[in-house]
């Protein structure tokens, strides 16, 4: 395998950050976990900062909490996980062409591996998965 095509054989590493529920989180989480990911010499696709930013602009919209970004990354896969103080579950739903929101996701559903949901004592996790290589 070549350069970005090699996957990880480091041991299983992590992040985590917890920001404020401001019209700037969404864009505050995915500077953050793009410097995480370079320091990590992991190949960064605009996939994967979209992920992040639209679990990051969930919460705040939808929990309106303040709310944890965790990165983990473990034998070539990258889990984006989003966690927050509201017990409602994430709705995946297909939003009128007009609508203004409703696709955030949509969008995650489309660029993750896999995601789900798991709830937590006073909240609830959402987490993606994706398919992570080394950087240059």
């Known amino acids: 395998m070549s350069g970005a095509e090699q996957q990880f054989d480091d041991p299983a590493r992590s992040a985590n950050k917890s920001f404020e529920p401001t019209s700037e989180a969404a864009s505050e989480a995915r500077r953050y976990a793009d410097d995480v990911l ?26 309106r909490t303040h709310f944890e ?15 927050d103080a509201d017990c409602a579950p994430p709705e995946l739903v297909d939003p009128l062409p007009t609508a203004s929101g409703g696709r955030g996701l949509l969008i995650v559903n489309a660029l993750a591996t896999s995601w789900g949901w798991e709830p937590l004592p006073g909240g609830k996790t959402v987490w993606a998965a994706v398919h992570a290589a080394r950087g240059h």
């Open 38 to 63: 370079r320091e990590w010499d992991v190949a960064i696709p605009d996939d994967v900062l979209l992920l992040v930013a639209e679990l990051a602009a969930n919460a705040v919209r939808h929990a």
């Open 69 to 83: 970004l965790s990165l983990r990354l473990q034998s070539g896969s990258l889990l984006v996980a989003v966690s």
